[in-house]
């Protein structure tokens, strides 16, 4: 009976040795799964920012391109109109004398 017994102590031994060794290597795993995950995550989060600084600059590039030639046709349209006025600003002042003296 004795022996019955010491082998049923053994076989709960071992199971509960094989348990302990389980639950280390399940924690073991946990952390190296967690260190993973957040090295994922801040390598995401890296290269999520660079692309956002270069789709800002592209955009801040762009933008500084369209309001540059907005700004040269504006200057174009605004000399255009200043040499037309020397040029004509005494056939204006005749028009439109003679349309405030028209009855």
Request: aromatic share 4%; charged share 40%.
């Amino acid at each position: 009976m004795d022996s019955i017994i010491n082998k049923l102590t053994e076989i709960e031994d071992a199971a509960s040795a094989i348990v302990t060794h389980a639950e280390a290597q399940k924690q073991a795993l946990n952390k190296e799964y967690n260190e993973k995950r957040k090295a994922f995550d801040e390598d995401i989060e890296n290269r999520t920012q660079e692309r956002l600084r270069a789709i800002r600059e592209d955009l801040a590039k762009n933008t500084a391109g369209i309001l540059d030639s907005q700004n040269d046709a504006s200057s174009e349209t605004i000399r255009a109109l200043h040499k037309e006025y020397e040029e004509k600003h005494t056939e204006y002042a005749h028009e439109i004398l003679r349309r405030i003296t028209e009855v």
